[in-house]
Each structure stands twice: as C-alpha cells, then as structure tokens.
C-alpha cells in the first residue's frame, strides 16, 4: 500500500467544511483520476495529502507510516517524495528554465549551494535528463515565464521528477490549457507512470480524458466520495449524479 | 488546541467557532457604540454649545464632568447594541434587517458626519475676512514680489547648500536598504504567522515601526540634533530612522502581496524555510523593492529641505535663517531652486520606476 486516507476532514478558518470524511487507498502504479465539480474538495484533497493544507482531522498514511502530525525535517523528507504539480505551473517567473527544473531538487541540498545556486555536475545532469524527458531541453536558458503554456507545464512536470518521486500529485494539470495541448501534456503523465512506475493522483475535469488515462476514477461531491471504480463505468446516471442533472458530456480530443 | 479540536465532531468545530464569532463582534460592537456616543456627547456639549452657542473664551474643564458623559455613554452604548439596531451593530453583521436598524443607521451616520464637520468649523476658525482684508492682501503681495525677483548674489552658497541635501537625502537611502530589507522579511505576516515565537517578533516589530514611522522626520531631526549636534549628519539620521520604518512596511507588504502559487510549489519539493524564501519569495520582491527605494530617494530630497528648518543641513537650514531676517529675495531664490531640484528629481524617479516595470 502506497498511500492509504482514513476520514479526511478539512474545514477552513471561513468556515468550510471542504473534505467531510474522505477514505480511500492507493497501490502503488496506478494512475487514480480525482473527478468532481469546482468546490468539490479535489484541490483541498491532494493538498491534504501532501500537507501543503493541514487536514482538521483524519489521517494520511505514506508508505505505511502515519504522515498527518510529522514537523519539520520528516516533514521536508516526506514532501521531497511526493512531486506536484499545479494548474497554475506556479513557476518562478523571470528565471531560466534551468533554474526551476532544479528547484524540484531543493529538498535534498543544502542552504548554502540552494542560495549561491552552486549545483553539483550530476544534479545539473539530472536537470538535462528530465528536460529531455519531456520534449524542452532547447529551451534550457529561455525565461520560464515566456514559454508557452503547454512547455510551462511540462517544466512543471520535469521540475517534479527531480524529486524521484513516490508519488506524482497533478492538480487540474491541463485546466489552463487548450484542447491539443492539453492532451499533449496528458501523455507526458502517462509516460512517467507507465514507463518509470511513479503512482499518479490526478484532478481533472474532462471524462474524454479521464476514460482515456485513468486506471480508477474517485469522484467527490460537496466534499465527499460518490464514486469509486472504473472510468469505463461512468455512465450517463453516473455523470448525471457527479456533475449535476442539466450537466452535458463534452467531448475533448 | 489542536489535539482537542481533533476529538470533537466536524459540526461542533464549526458550531463553537460561529459562536465565538458571535461573541466577539458583540463585544467590539458595544465598544464603538460607547465610543461613538462619547464622541458625539464631548463635540455637542464643548465645542458647539460651550464655543459657539455661548461664544466662551475659556472652556470650562472638568474630570467629573467628563465621567459623567463617560457614564451616560457607557449605558446608551450598551443598550444600543443589545438592542441591535446600532450603527456599530450594522457594521459587525450582527444588527436586525428591519427599518428601525435602517433609519437609526442613517440618521446616525449623518448626525456624526455634521457635527464632525462644524466642529472643524468652529476649531479651525475659518475666516472669510481675514483672507480678504485690504491690510493682509498689501502684505501678501509684498512677498510674492519679492520672491519672483530673487536675488543670485547668494548663488553659489545655495548651490552647495542644495548639493549637501541632495546626498543628505541620497545616504540616508542607500544605508536603509540593507536593514530594511531584513527588516521585511521578519514583519511579514505570511511569513511569519505559522509558530508562536515568530508570530511574537512580528507583533512586536510591527509595533516598533509603527511607533517609529508615526514620529516626523521633522521630529527625528530635532531629536538628533540634540544628540550629534546640529548639521548635516543629525538630519540624515532622522531621515534614515523614517525611510527604515516606512519602507519596512512597504516591502513587508509586496512580500504580503506576492502569489501563493510559487511558494506552495516550491515547499511542495521539500525545500526549507530559506529555500522558499530564496526562491520563491526574493524572484517576485526585487522589483517592487527597487521601485520603492527610487520613489523614498525622491521623497527624502523633499523631507531634507523641511528638516533643515531644524537644523537638520542643507538648503533648508539657509533658507531658514533668510526667512527670519525677512530677506525675502534671497527666499524666494532659495524657493525657486527647491522647487527645480523637486520637479527633477520627481520626473527622474517616475521615468526610472515606468522603466523598471
């Protein structure tokens, strides 16, 4: 077992109750889709899992050890193998692609090479594999803010696989992208999953792509499971119940 | 706190925090009824009924007769708020949705505003006549005559004069910006918020600088000047101690502002508290830091003109000692000169600021 959620609550300061008593399992390989309306807690969730959001109760067990209270170094040691990415990029403008790719390395160097961006022969390597892997090692030096959205991402992507991770945690990774680019971007995902074994959790929206990549479906509605199983067996009643009754299927390619 | 809240059930959590809300907005409501009441009793009775309606020279003063307002206050504010149609009520959420709350807000609202407004009136003294008096206006000219025929045999002193204020003001800007920068960092609130003691540092800081930038730099360069002695050197003090405190606030306030999305990505990698800081953080802040510390280079050529008055060096002490042996021609070059230093460096600065962004 990978990554086990028992009864995750989260309620903001707002007074949200945004997860109410989420449980679920995941083995390691699998590329598990997180499916639901805006505001239905997905984003809460996979933030609670990495504890980028403290869970109000609950636990989220990693690799077989409770992970809900650890401070500090554990802390920093358990986020170090959980990669992620956003659907923003979150990248840091006005640096090179480079530099961000190496940031996925952080959690494993030291304050003083970090700051004076002294970087060992092999990590900087590492940097150029992972860039390679997805499809952007030419644009190495370019300023990562004027990519365009679909290569921002795939920075994104490359900048997470410097950690090795576990676990690879997407959060609505294509929701800012359009249609083709989308797809692209998608197939990325697939490739670290099937080739390189990392367990994928993923919020989408699209089914298209969700039939086409998951190999099991969670949706969550108003902060709590509906649904668990496979894409294939999302039908029309299902949709309905998950997406709401005047909610229409779009197809995306 | 936390180990405690994790036992309760979910709706409980949500239940007691809703109710100390509650709590809270009433107390504060009660508060600034009492407060408002106060306030308008103390404008009504001393400045328009005591100066105005009956047109005293002296006021009379007393504790007892304060108390009493205090007392009268206290018990109207109270039962304002209880009864839930108060102004202070309607601005916390808690007040009645029906017309009563609707008119007293209103009328309220616009009592305050107006006696507020004829208070100032009557404290001001404003006065039409002696704006307009034939004797005021002979003596206005007198000066405005003077000051547009300057007098250039003080040239070469002013110009010195100038140069001094605008390094004065150049130092006490270069030497801010290493202790403002840290600074910053340690009197931001996202930064700082998650434990305890560093929660502390920040409150205390914020109060600190607080203090520090609702002081003048007028009244920093006295103060100095008593302790260094009068000169150059006591007004680029005062104006150092003001641009730390004022830009502190100002970075610490881009670094408030900066997007979330970068930070969570990068402590999402497992990076430490600097590493986030140190990339995530500094990449967003350079920018407007450079900005404002051009904009304070700008505001400090103003400031030291002004706190030469005090003897805080430069233009400001010379036009000082002209202004009190009434040479208004020698003023008015000195005037003139300011007015050009200020309108270049204003131009200089925005023209550097629009090319940074």
Redesign the interface.
Known sequence: MLLEVQNL?K?Y?S?T?AL?GVSFKVDEGEFLVVIGLSGSGKSTLL?CI?R?IEP??GKVKFLGKDITHIRGEEL?????????V?Q????????SVLINVL???????G?FE??FERFSADVLREAYTNLERVGIKETANNRADLLSGGQQQRV?IA??L??NPKVLLADEPVASLDPATSNSVMQYFEKINKEMGTTVICNLHFLSLVRRYASRVIALKAGEIIYEGMPGDINETWFKTIYGEDAEEVEIR | MIDT??ELQ?HS??AR??EKEAKFNFIKSVLLDIFFVFYSLVVVQRAIYYKFILNLRDIPFSWNNILILLMISIIAGYAWTYSKTSLSARLFGISKDNNVTKWTVEIFSWFLFNITFIAGWIVTRISIIDLFSSEGIQGAERIFSALFQPQLGIFDDALFAMIETIYIALLATLISIPVTLILSFFTARNLMKENKISFAVYYILRIILNFVRSIEPLIWAIIFSVWVGIGPFAGMIALLVHTIASNAKLYSEAIENI?T??V?????????K??IV???VV??IILPFLSFTIYRWDINVRMATIIGLVGGGGIGTMLMQYQGLARWHEVGLLVLMIAFVVWVMDYISAKIREAIY
């Open positions: 609550h309620i300061n007074g109750h109410k933030r990495n980028l109000t109760s920093r040691k358990m986020k170090s193998q959980i990669g992620m956003f923003q990029f979150n990248l840091i403008k006005r640096r940031t996925g390395k952080l959690g494993s160097l304050v970090s700051v994104a900048r997470s410097m950690q | 809240e994790l979910p959590i949500i925090r809703k997007e999305g970068p969570e990505a990068i402590s999402a990698t497992g990076a430490n600097i590493q140190w990339y995530a990449p967003q």
